[in-house]
């Protein structure tokens, strides 16, 4: 989608060892989320942004971290990855406008751990 | 907290055909609804939001979808299907969370079908 990218697309991963996301953004938005999705679950959040430095958990955050030393960037992180966090991830964007008009999705990275 | 409840994992509907979607929300405050679409290994694109300003809210595509606070509902429909809606469809409620922050809750989705 126009205005964020997330990388890589496709990841494949060993059971233990780290990973990292990137969603980057050039719409300036304060608020950025991370989402992952699995069948029978929809989407479900891990964590949050809104601002730099500033991030709270999610429902679904256990084994992950975030970091937001920018705000264009917001980066993921699989402390010690496993097969459980099998999953596409999704990250997201909003502005500071009402009414919530403004969540912009990115194409989602689709991480396998093996 | 709220939370939306999609019923029906699947729908299979003729080309042609109505298109009904089911979304029901638990909401202790007024609530912002959306629809959100997904096709195969694609992002989420919205179909649609209700923000309090109409009950009957049109969206992208023909989709439509009407609020009914009565019956805590916020059901997708299109009157004729095409083979392009097949995908898979979310319903999502937001909530404000701290510092004017606020979160996306979705349903567990509904995958579309539709016959030719």
């Known amino acids: 989608d126009a205005g964020i990218t997330q990388s890589p697309r496709h990841k494949v991963t060993e059971t233990g060892t780290p990973v990292t996301l990137r969603c980057h953004q050039t719409?300036?938005?304060?608020?950025m989320y991370w989402y992952r999705q699995d069948p029978g679950h929809g989407l479900r959040l891990i964590h949050y942004s809104y601002g730099v430095k500033d991030t709270d958990k999610g429902e679904v955050s256990d084994g992950y971290s975030v970091s937001r030393s920018k705000t264009e960037d917001f980066l993921l992180t699989l402390e010690s990855a496993t097969s459980s966090q099998t999953s596409v991830y999704f990250c997201?964007?909003?502005?500071?406008?009402?009414?919530?008009?403004?969540?912009?999705f990115g194409s989602g990275t689709r991480l396998t751990v093996v | 907290a709220q939370s939306v409840t999609q019923l029906g994992s699947h729908v299979s509907v003729s080309e042609g055909a109505l298109v009904l979607l089911r979304c029901n929300y638990s909401?202790?405050?007024?609530?912002?609804l959306f629809w959100y679409v997904q096709y195969p290994n694609q992002g989420l694109q919205l179909l649609l939001k209700y923000t309090s300003a109409a009950t009957l809210v049109k969206g992208i595509n023909g989709f439509e979808a009407e609020f009914k606070k009565s019956e805590t509902s916020f059901h997708l429909t299109k009157p004729s299907a095409h083979m392009s809606d097949a995908a898979e469809y979310f319903c999502a409620v937001s909530y404000a969370l701290n510092f004017g922050n606020e979160k996306l809750t979705f349903g567990t989705g509904t995958r579309l079908t539709i016959i030719p």
């Open positions: 909401s202790s405050v007024p609530p912002y």
């Open positions: 997201a964007i909003r502005g500071s406008g009402g009414d919530s008009n403004g969540y912009t």
């Open positions: 719409e300036n938005h304060r608020y």
